[in-house]
Each structure stands twice: as C-alpha cells, then as structure tokens.
C-alpha cells in the first residue's frame, strides 16, 4: 500500500467558492448551516474514492501498526469566480507549517492523513521543492553523468531514508483539495470515516480555509466578460463560509482531539481571538500565529480554564540554524494528545 502517488487531482475545479480574511466574526454553523450548505454545493467527484482511501489507510494501521493517526490539513484554499474557472481568489499559505509538522509527527511515531492544497508543500519534497530556482540546482555533472551536487548529498540521503521509511512503511497518506468546496467535503468525509474506527485520533487544522465563498448558485457558468459590467468593474459580493470547526466537534469526530491554528496580523488581538475560538467551537486547543512571525513564535491557548497561554518562540541562534519551530509544537500537541487520551479512557 502506498499513497504517495494518489490518483486524486483537484486543480481544475469543477464548481464553487471565495475569501479574504479581515471580516467581522460570522456565527458558528449549526446543523442547519450545514444542511444547507452541503445540500446546495456539490460534492467533488472524487469523494467516494478519497473515503475509500481514507478507510483502507485507517484499517492497515489499526490492523497492522497500532499507530495513533494525526489528521493534518495544510495550504490556502481557492474560491472560483466561474464554474469553467479562469478567475479564482487565493490565500498566502505556501503549506510550510502543515508539511513540517507531519514530518514531526511522523518522525514521533504517528501515521499521518494529510489533507493539502494540491501542489503546495509537501512533507519531505519541500526541502528540496521551491528553495532554489529549479531541483536542478542541487544536481551536478560528472564525467559526463548527473549526479546529487556533493555539498547536498549528505543532508538529501537523512531526508530521503526519512522519507522512504514513511513511504514503505505506507505512514503517509496525501489528499489533495484545491478549492474551499472541495476542503469542507473532504474534511467532513475524512473526519465521519475516521470517527467511525478511531474515536481518539488527533486533528491539527494548519490549513489557511476561506471565510468567505461564492455559492454554485450565484457561480456565473463561464468567463467573466469585461463589457458585461458597469465601465468595466467587476464587483463581487462573497457570502460567509459556515463556520464547521463546531460541526467537526460535535458531530463529525465528537471524541476526537482537535488543535486548530488562529492566524490574525495584529498582535494586540491574537489571544483574544484565540480564546474567542476555543470558547466557540468548544475543542481542545487553539495554536495562535502572527502571519509576520509564524516561522519564530507560535502561542498556545487551551481549554483547561486554570492554564495560561503559553508562548513557544525559537531564539535568533535556532532561527539562524535553520530549526524549525514545528520541532517545539509537535511535541506539545503530542504530549497534550496522550494527556488528553489518559484522561478520556
Ligand atoms: O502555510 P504557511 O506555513 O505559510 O502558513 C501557516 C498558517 C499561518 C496558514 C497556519 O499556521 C495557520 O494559522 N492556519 C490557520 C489559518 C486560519 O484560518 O486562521
């Protein structure tokens, strides 16, 4: 079993939605948001085989390793502004923290799901995927052949036997989305498969999710033309994306352990925020980031009314080196995981 190389393509979008991310705070989505929501958008075709996937990846490992499974999501959605779509409105995220952090999880002993942005970072690939102008930089020709540039070889083979272990061991298992239509299905699938036969799994929401779409409904079927809008402006009006982190906590994976990340810009409202999201959706622990210093200082707010936040930050000298802060906030997502298991069995 190997899901290194899925089948699964979700860059040409069939049909859906749009973001930004500066609003107001919508309200959380109840049952009937999300009726309504997954009555009226369709479902990527896909999904029936990405539930299979899903199901086979989950029974191989309770059947045969025993291994806690980490559910990770990772890169920006898009939101299409035509159903043959030309024109779609995308997000920053580059996937880094979502393909770092599985790497740790499963460095630390988990299997992981990895729910990503086809095409952005993925684990093991993203050392050597978009730091240089082309892979062909780290090459060099010798005596007429190619070969692994010497001054990389010894990092690339640590990597590599890290990243065949993974593979062999079939610890991975890569679904791609693009849009924010094809997200919300493929969490909600992934979640209901993976609560029907590991209540205890750990969910670590990484990835940047649209707050805002634009329905099928008000989806114009092709092209937008220049010459059908008043002096050639285009004005689009988005609707709020429902939020479902309280239908993921109530009834898709209730039992489930659930870390999600709360990005914002200004420092002076992350924590208020990051508790507002705990309180809301009611799940175990909110990772806070500034988009300026994600790469250096993430903050954690849990559930536990006693705790205080408690910061984690790498020092210049860590920074200069190159440590990844996903080294610091693996362990203690884990950590929070096996307390949180030994609590609820
Ligand atoms: O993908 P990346 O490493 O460039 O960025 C990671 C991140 C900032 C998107 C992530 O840490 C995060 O905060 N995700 C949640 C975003 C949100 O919906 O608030």
Redesign the pocket.
């Known amino acids: 079993m190997s899901h290194f190389h899925n089948p699964i393509h979700t860059s040409q979008p069939d049909t859906e939605q749009a973001i930004d991310r500066t609003v107001p705070e919508f309200p959380v989505a109840e049952s009937v948001d999300e009726d309504n929501y997954f009555k009226t958008n369709i479902p990527p075709p896909y999904l029936d085989e990405l539930r299979e996937e899903t199901l086979e990846f989950i029974k191989y490992h309770q059947e045969n390793t025993g291994k806690k499974i980490a559910l990770v999501t990772s890169?920006g959605t898009t939101v299409p502004l035509e159903n043959n779509t030309v024109r779609f409105i995308d997000n920053?995220?580059?996937?880094?923290?979502?393909a770092t952090s599985a790497e740790y999880f499963l460095e630390l002993g988990y299997a992981v799901i990895f729910l990503h942005r086809e095409f952005s970072l993925l684990p093991y690939s993203r050392h050597y995927s978009h730091t240089t102008n082309c892979f062909l930089d780290y090459m060099t020709q010798i005596d007429g052949k190619i070969e692994i540039n010497p001054k990389y070889s010894k990092r690339m083979l640590e990597i590599y036997q890290k990243y065949q272990y993974a593979r062999d061991q079939s610890l991975l298992l890569l679904l791609p989305f693009t849009t924010v239509n094809q997200y919300l299905f493929s969490l909600k699938t992934v979640s209901k498969t993976l609560h029907l036969i590991n209540t205890k799994a750990l969910f670590y929401l990484?990835?940047?999710?649209s707050d805002f779409f634009l329905p099928i409904s008000k989806l114009p079927e092709h092209k937008i033309q220049a010459q059908d809008h008043n002096g050639g402006k285009l004005v689009v009006n988005l609707d709020p994306v429902p939020k479902f982190l309280r239908r993921l906590v109530d009834s898709w994976a209730p039992g489930a352990m659930i870390a999600s990340?709360?990005?914002e810009t200004d420092e002076n409202i992350l924590l208020k925020k990051s508790r507002q999201a705990l309180k809301r959706y009611n799940h175990q622990l909110v990772i806070g980031?500034l988009l300026q210093t994600?790469k250096k200082e993430v903050v954690f707010v849990s559930k536990d009314a006693a705790s205080e936040p408690v910061w984690c930050r790498l020092t210049d000298e860590e920074l200069k080196l190159g440590v990844d802060i996903e080294s610091l906030i693996i362990p203690h997502v884990i950590k929070a995981h096996q307390e949180w298991i030994e609590e609820h069995e």
Request: no cysteine; hydrophobic share 45%; net charge positive.
């Open positions: 890169g920053f995220s580059a996937g880094t923290r979502g990484a990835a940047a999710v990340f709360k990005l980031n994600r």
